[in-house]
């Protein structure tokens, strides 16, 4: 399944849609021409994998090739302590989405304002409407989703995949961004 | 001649007489009501605020607002609701209104309050209306004993203290009179600005509050049920609890007086043994306040099951969470369906003034499926003899395929994933049925665990598969078992119980109140507030539920058996766990924060909500929880805990309700109160830090109640017992201390002893300093002897 829609069939959107990542590449030049990008990570990342790899793996593993800080909602943030991994800050996920709508707001002193967030790891319809909330009201961020579903919200954002296809989109971006081994 | 006379503010005069000699002639019992007058023998001085309009209370709201600003997350950017339309709101465009996203977001929270108030107060007209006509309007009102403050919320907001129907009614009026006005401000052309959208829902909010508490007064007082009855009966609930041997009558919804009329014919023929009286939704938990011996079958999620397992011989529907459907699937299992509501006719032909024997005949027949009815006694009586004879002429029972069609069917499934696609919570019903093909039904009894019984994956198939049947058939051996004890609804708190506790809660030393109100409609949803509520219990947290969380807390039991309701006790006390009752009965929660304003700080309440609200704000370390809130109703009801200051957290499908309410904590200057003893302007930690909003998971709910219990006017023992419990749930979810600690220590004193060192260090990392701990208000005219002179 290749297809630009939205996953959950009645969560159609308005007038803007995402444009759909067809080329890896596509992130790989975002994330190079953004200033302070920033990744939202959430609690699905414990649970799903990619390539028997637990994404909260993947996620630390992209976030270090690309020095890019980490906000990981609700209880996602202890995996990442336990890891050892210290680029993750700890905001619930409507905090966070509140707090991009801050212009002047960053994760860390020197690491903001935000031009570029990199959302995974929501129920469908919750990253749907934090999508929702950035595109409307935080116009000075472009948004990638990196979720296996299409999410019309997004600036960027997979069409609907199949599992074999995902996982190969994520390793060529980490590979675009020099994290993959 | 005995002659009576009353007067009572803002409702009318009345000239009762048993006998009147007139120019015109003689009459016996004569009563004549005129106009509207002023006063009544209550000495509580009047507040500056009775029965406000909408704009009255505005700058409270606005305080609120500016702190806790909305957060909008447009479920859709275009509005289609006038002919300009439709217009594309994206990114600050305007519609042709001139209305811009923002505002758009705000209207849509103000017309899902506005219908959620308008089905609580419609409810609540029926019902005092009813009982006026039944017995009649100087009957009087009450919560039992020990309960002298028996509607708190009315004599907040109104300044009337309803002691009759009549002066139930006269309140309603006001109520139905402001929700006129801020439906109206919805219209195209009208309010245009996001804070006053939000302020008119806040207001349609505690309106609603007052319509719940009025309709609660009025069943409590009229039914018998308990008063204010901590040892409320345990009841029987559960598909196992029903008997088969008997005709089964289905209630559905939230309106008990039709049911009562069933219950009272069934009594006055002496055929109480040959049927069971089960209910749905909040229908089920008023029926066993009526009597205890009638049944809970479940939640609203529960609808379809039950009706297709096939186990209710007539069904009744009256208002509220009803599957809109359920004639159509009644009409599978051949169950006769009576509404008895005007706002669910169901588009059944209304046979009020038929012959009960034909209708019964019609029904049984099976010549209607079923038949709309007005008239109550008509009711009891068409619907037990309903039963009573489609009891043995049922045979088809149930619409349930076998195990052997439902892996027959499978075999065409094309693997589309419209089923998935189509449900709410994404489960996996496409792989259960894959597994099915193989004959393993395992999956699809998962899913049925999971399962918030809404159907759209069977609306979605594009082989029209009952799915939900397969689920509810393949977990035919786990439901079949399904029996617990649930707390039937104790009505309000009593003032002795706020006497007892109204101290530790302000002062924090019990930690707070978690309030788990409406649906628990969330996968796993019985489990996730059942560990919620054991976990704040054992914290000595007073735990309090209403409406279906009440019965899906019990669904889950202990070793020995045994619900939470049977483990703990339900008085209004630190470790308790107590059911006030239905939808409308957690107006009593709201109650019970504003009866500690009065009983133990003795405020006045009479017509002063700003005050009010604003100690309960400061002071009352209360929390509202709605773990799986779906519908409008549970809308106003948090609108109605917002007006007062009261934070509300809702499960994750909770966003969709589109906007939360946050607090900035890393903005200092959000933070500033009044020092009612100095007038001074004093910052104040982030606590609440939010009054509404939507956690991700059960782990993020457990560390964030804890969090907003704090309040800026606990004591030093309370706020160390508050942080202890957040560091606590902290540690345990999140993995580390939180870094936010040394935010909330304002002296020494308010540090947990065992914890000194890392807050020690964290305080001196942060270069803490020592802050003072006012006597906090928002409000500037609350300073004590004036305006705030020292600022």
Redo the contacts between chains.
């Keep these: 399944m290749m297809r630009a829609e939205p996953w959950q069939s009645a969560e159609v959107c308005g007038p803007t849609k995402a444009q759909s990542i067809k080329k890896t590449a596509v992130v790989g030049a975002l994330l190079k021409k953004a200033k302070h990008p920033l990744m939202v990570i959430g609690a699905q990342a414990l649970t799903e994998k990619t390539r028997k790899k637990p994404m909260i793996d993947y996620c630390i593993e992209l976030s270090t090739a690309g020095n890019i800080p980490i906000v990981a909602t609700a209880n996602t943030i202890k995996a990442f302590k336990e890891k050892g991994f210290d680029n993750a800050y700890s905001y619930g996920a409507m905090e966070i989405t509140g707090r991009l709508q801050d212009h002047d707001w960053m994760v860390a002193p020197k690491k903001g304002p935000h031009d570029l967030v990199i959302t995974y790891g929501y129920p469908y319809y919750m990253e749907w409407l934090m999508l929702s909330a950035l595109i409307n009201f935080s116009q000075h961020i472009k948004t990638v989703t990196i979720g296996r579903y299409y999410q019309p919200h997004a600036t960027w954002s997979f069409p609907n995949l199949k599992k074999q296809n995902w996982n190969d989109a994520l390793k060529e971006i980490l590979t675009t961004v020099g994290g993959a081994k | 001649m005995k002659v009576e006379f009353a007067l009572t503010e803002q409702k009318r005069a009345r000239l009762k007489a048993d006998k009147l000699d007139t120019g015109f002639g003689s009459f016996r019992n004569v009563e004549v009501t005129i106009g509207k007058v002023v006063d009544d023998d209550w000495d509580e001085p009047m507040g500056p605020t009775p029965m406000p309009d909408v704009t009255t209370l505005r700058s409270w709201d606005h305080k609120l607002l500016t702190r806790y ?1 909305p ?8 509005c289609c609701l006038c002919t300009f339309g439709k217009c ?5 465009k305007r519609g042709a209104c001139g209305l811009d ?2 505002g758009q977001s705000a209207r849509i929270v103000l017309a899902a309050a506005n219908i959620g108030c308008a089905a609580h107060l419609a409810h609540s007209r029926h019902m005092v209306d009813h009982m006026i006509h039944e017995f009649g309007p100087r009957f009087e009102l009450t919560q039992g004993e020990g309960v002298e403050i028996e509607a708190p919320v009315a004599r907040l907001v109104t300044g009337i203290r309803p002691r009759t129907l009549e002066d139930a009614s006269a309140i309603l009026d006001y109520c139905e009179t402001q929700l006129t006005h801020t439906l109206s401000a919805v219209h195209t052309g009208q309010e245009g600005s996001w804070i006053d959208f939000e302020s008119k829902a806040f207001h349609v909010g505690m309106i609603d509050q007052v319509g719940m508490e009025i309709a609660d007064l009025a069943q409590i007082s009229t039914l018998g049920f308990p008063q204010s009855d901590p040892e409320a009966p345990l009841v029987e609930a559960g598909i196992a609890s029903m008997d088969p041997k008997k005709a089964m009558i289905l209630a559905i919804g939230h309106n008990v007086v039709p049911a009562t009329y069933i219950m009272d014919y069934a009594s006055e023929t002496g055929v109480t043994e040959n049927i069971d009286i089960a209910g749905i939704c909040c229908t089920a938990f008023d029926i066993t306040r009526y009597d205890a011996k009638a049944k809970i079958v479940g939640p609203i999620s529960w609808q379809l099951r039950f009706v297709r397992a096939g186990f209710a011989d007539v069904i009744v529907v009256d208002e509220q969470c009803i599957r809109t459907d359920i004639l159509d699937h009644a009409k599978k299992v051949n169950s006769p369906v009576i509404a008895t509501c005007d706002k669910s006719a169901m588009g059944l032909p209304d046979r009020t003034d038929d012959d009960t024997d034909e209708i019964v005949k019609d029904l049984v027949s099976g010549k209607t499926p079923g038949v709309y009815l007005t008239d109550h006694a008509k009711i009891g009586e068409v619907v037990v003899k309903t039963a009573i004879k489609m009891h043995p002429k049922r045979k088809k029972k149930g619409s349930l395929p076998s195990k052997a069609k439902i892996q027959e069917l499978a075999q065409a499934c094309r693997q589309c ?2 089923c998935i ?2 449900c ?3 489960q996996p019903v496409m792989d259960a049925v894959l597994a099915a093909q193989e004959g393993n039904l395992g999956p699809l009894a998962d899913v049925y665990d999971e399962c918030i019984g809404c159907a759209r994956c069977e609306s ?1 198939c594009p082989n029209d598969y009952e799915l939900h049947s397969w689920m509810v058939k393949a977990a035919e051996g786990r439901w079949k078992q399904e029996s617990f004890m649930v707390r039937s609804g104790r009505g309000a708190i009593k003032d002795t119980e706020i006497r007892t506790v109204g101290q530790p809660i302000v002062f924090g030393e019990i930690p707070g109140v978690i309030a788990h109100v409406g649906c628990a409609n969330y996968p796993d949803g019985g489990r996730a507030i059942h560990d919620h509520a054991e976990e704040f219990a054992k914290r000595r947290f007073i735990v309090v539920f209403s409406g279906c969380a009440a019965m899906t807390v019990g669904t889950i039991k202990d070793e020995e058996g045994k619900s939470i309701y049977e483990r703990r006790p339900g008085t209004f006390d630190a470790g308790s766990v107590l059911n006030v009752g239905s939808c409308v009965s957690n107006s009593h929660i709201a109650g019970a924060a504003i009866k500690i304003a009065s009983i133990f700080a003795k405020r006045n309440l009479r017509g002063n909500y700003e005050e009010i609200a604003d100690y309960i704000h400061n002071r009352v370390g209360a929390v509202g929880i709605s773990w799986g809130a779906m519908s409008q109703k549970a809308a106003s009801i948090a609108a109605g805990f917002w007006r007062l200051g009261v934070p509300v957290i809702v499960g ?2 909770g ?2 309700y ?1 906007r ?1 309410l ?1 607090g ?1 904590a890393d903005k200092a200057e959000d933070w500033m109160v009044w020092d009612a003893r100095t007038g001074k302007r004093v910052q104040v930690a982030a606590g609440p830090e ?1 009054l509404f ?5 059960f ?2 709910l457990m560390v ?1 109640t804890a969090k907003l219990a704090i309040r800026p006017n606990d004591t030093a023992k309370g706020r160390a017992i508050k942080l202890s419990h957040y560091i606590d749930l902290h540690e345990t ?4 201390f939180p ?1 936010d600690v040394h935010s909330y220590i304002r002296r020494e004193t308010d540090i947990p002893i065992t914890l000194k060192d890392k807050i020690h260090a964290q305080m001196k990392e942060n270069k803490w300093k020592e802050k003072p701990i006012p006597d906090p208000t928002l409000v500037r005219r609350l300073v004590y002897g004036g305006n705030g002179g020292g600022e």
């Design positions: 600003r957060a909008y997350m447009p479920a859709c950017q275009l594309d709101l994206t990114s600050g996203i923002e994933s419209e696609r189509a709410p919570n994404d979605a994750p499908h966003t969709k589109r939360m946050l900035r939010h909003y939507a956690v991700e998971n782990e993020e964030l979810y999140n993995g580390y870094e």
